[in-house]
């Protein structure tokens, strides 16, 4: 049973939609990442967060928006995407200042968006 | 840049040994990750290595050689459900940083 759980697992959207995805760590860590999974392509990082403060935007498009509201919950608001913005998303939570922790990661949300 | 590589596919017979091999260039070093990731599902841990040599962890072991910028991950005793994908990532800064990840290497274990 993972500790990071996302909702919701399959999202399918229009282009001209607005949708949010969730994540919650039940673990204790301080440090919350979104990554992109498209098939054939290694996991890119997209946001980082630590202690609630945005550290890292490894310059994704502004239609996607990330919200760390604390340090159990992250989010990620999408609106007006491309159909190339299909992938699994995955969420991963680690413990800041403890090097060689390693991150653990969430299920994913798949999403299509049409 | 940073570049991690690993071979996009490998088969293996059930009960035998793989080797799957990673070499990485990055600006910097601080440790060498291995997950699993089956089909649909999260990746997770594996091994963690950040001095030379060989890590072992059951039936898993991991090797590193930093002068070399290579890594491999050694699956023993092959079952059906080790068939999954295995990432190889860096974290190539000090400090608790994101990982870098390969894009992975898809294991087919056959009877």
């Known amino acids: 049973e993972t500790g990071v759980t996302q909702t919701p697992r399959h999202l399918v959207m229009g282009m001209t939609n607005k949708k949010s995805l969730k994540c919650e760590q039940h673990?204790?860590?301080?440090?919350m990442y979104w990554y992109k999974q498209s098939a054939k392509k290694p996991l890119e990082l997209m946001f980082v967060y630590s202690l609630e403060e945005r550290v890292e935007n490894n310059s994704v498009p502004s239609r996607f928006s990330p919200e760390c509201p604390n340090s159990s919950h992250l989010f990620l608001h999408l609106h007006t995407l491309q159909p190339e913005d299909s992938a699994l998303y995955l969420c991963?939570?680690?413990?800041?200042?403890?090097?060689?922790?390693?991150?653990?990661f969430g299920q994913g949300t798949r999403l299509t968006v049409v | 840049g940073q570049n991690i590589d690993q071979p996009t596919e490998m088969t293996a017979t059930e009960g035998a040994i793989v080797q799957i091999n990673c070499t990485y260039q990055t600006s910097g070093f601080n440790g060498l990750f291995w997950y699993q990731q089956h089909a649909g599902e999260a990746p997770t841990f594996l091994s963690y290595?950040?001095?030379?040599g060989l890590e072992e962890k059951g039936r898993f072991s991991s090797f590193l050689s930093r002068s070399k910028g290579y890594s491999y991950l050694l699956l023993k005793e092959l079952q059906m459900k080790d068939s999954a994908s295995y990432l190889c990532?860096?974290?190539?800064?000090?400090?608790?940083?994101?990982?870098?990840f390969g894009k992975g290497t898809r294991l087919s274990v056959i009877a």
């Open positions: 991963a939570s680690s413990q800041e200042r403890w090097v060689n922790t390693e991150a653990f």
């Open positions: 290595n950040v001095l030379d």
């Open positions: 990532a860096v974290r190539d800064k000090t400090g608790n940083t994101p990982l870098v």
């Open positions: 673990l204790g860590h301080n440090a």
